[in-house]
């Protein structure tokens, strides 16, 4: 099982990023896949959610209209659209997939939001 993030970068407060992360040695469809970040000095947190199969989404309220979860089943990748970015999003933001109990991350992919 392997998660690799990109997208991440500097922005300006509004503006937009798309992180992706590429999945592989499993079929990113046949489980539930999260998004999380951890902004400096803070626990880790969650961001988003897509269920397995039918793509059902959940939001942490500080993300909620401003961010959406997909899945390219073709391509293996779930992608997270970041819209409307403030500085309190800054943060590494990590992919993470459970299977049999077993936590599994990407290395994290880094977004800074600054004027």
């Known amino acids: 099982v392997q998660l690799v993030e990109s997208g991440g970068g500097l922005v300006q407060p509004g503006g937009s990023l798309r992180l992706s992360c590429a999945a592989s040695?499993?079929?990113?469809?046949?489980?539930?896949m999260r998004w999380f970040r951890q902004a400096p000095g803070k626990e880790r947190e969650f961001v988003a959610f897509?269920?397995?199969?039918?793509?059902?989404?959940n939001y942490a309220d500080s993300v909620k209209g401003r961010f959406t979860i997909s899945r390219d089943n073709a391509k293996n990748t779930v992608y997270l659209q970041m819209n409307s970015l403030k500085p309190e999003d800054t943060a590494v933001y990590y992919c993470?997939?459970?299977?049999?109990?077993?936590?599994?991350w990407g290395q994290g992919t880094q977004v800074t939001v600054s004027s």
């Open positions: 040695g499993f079929t990113c469809n046949a489980y539930n």
């Open positions: 897509i269920t397995r199969f039918d793509g059902t989404t």
């Open positions: 993470h997939v459970q299977q049999r109990s077993i936590d599994y």
